[in-house]
């Protein structure tokens, strides 16, 4: 039963960790990333798809993605696509395919991105303490249940807790290295 509810917790805590690695992935730093364009939604003959459902993007270098639509049709929707959405980015349609430029982040910029990653940051914390939190709740209800004793339930209420540390320096150990990523010119 303990087990269970560790092994649980451990599989919760992987899942935010995971889910943190994807959304810092989404901040744009000053280099190209197709991950950045995650979120990007184009029409496709009525239906919002992904981006990446609808051509092959590639970073051609280290400031310029290009996206080569399946379907010639697809460049004016993609390029609407992507200057709708909230990236600040501008591409350019050259016929066969869209150049999307990666422009250098300002130091104003790059301090607001570094806030909405402590921000990102905080949040999946909030997820791990919640996490804790039921499970310290789970272990309680076993020993009162009679299920296991008191000291087996501090046992594994310090268990959970040294695991929720780990995992929460995991989180600060992914936010300092996007934040030197942000930082970096």
């Known amino acids: 039963m303990i087990d269970d509810i560790y092994n649980e917790l451990k599989q919760s805590f992987e899942k935010t960790i995971n889910g943190l690695g994807?959304?810092?992935?989404?901040?744009?730093?000053?280099?190209?990333?197709?991950?950045?364009?995650?979120?990007?939604?184009?029409?496709?003959y009525g239906q919002m798809v992904p981006?990446?459902?609808?051509?092959?993007?590639?970073?051609?270098?280290?400031?310029l993605i290009t996206i080569t639509p399946w379907e010639k049709p697809m460049l004016s929707a993609i390029e609407k696509a992507i200057l709708t959405s909230d990236l600040n980015l501008n591409p350019s349609n050259d016929g066969i395919l869209v150049r999307v430029p990666v422009p250098a982040l300002t130091g104003e910029r790059r301090q607001d991105?570094?806030?909405?990653?402590?921000?990102i940051g905080e949040d999946h914390k909030i997820s791990l303490r919640n996490a804790r939190r039921d499970a310290n709740d789970m272990l309680k209800s076993l020993q009162k249940d009679g299920d296991i004793t008191e000291d087996d339930m501090?046992?594994?209420?310090?268990?959970?807790?040294?695991?929720?540390?780990?995992?929460?320096?995991?989180?600060?150990?992914?936010?300092?290295?996007?934040?030197?990523?942000?930082?970096?010119?």
């Not at 994807?22 to 496709?44: C, F, H, P, W």
């Not at 991105?113 to 921000?119: E, F, P, T």
């Not at 046992?155 to 970096?184: F, G, H, M, P």
């Open 51 to 63: 981006l990446n459902q609808v051509g092959t993007m590639r970073v051609a270098d280290a400031r």
């Open 154 to 185: 501090h046992r594994s209420l310090a268990q959970v807790n040294q695991l929720t540390e780990e995992y929460s320096k995991k989180v600060d150990e992914s936010l300092a290295a996007k934040e030197k990523d942000i930082q970096e010119v």
């Open 22 to 44: 994807q959304e810092l992935s989404k901040l744009r730093t000053g280099r190209a990333n197709i991950n950045m364009l995650d979120g990007v939604r184009v029409d496709y």
């Open 113 to 119: 991105l570094i806030k909405m990653a402590k921000r």
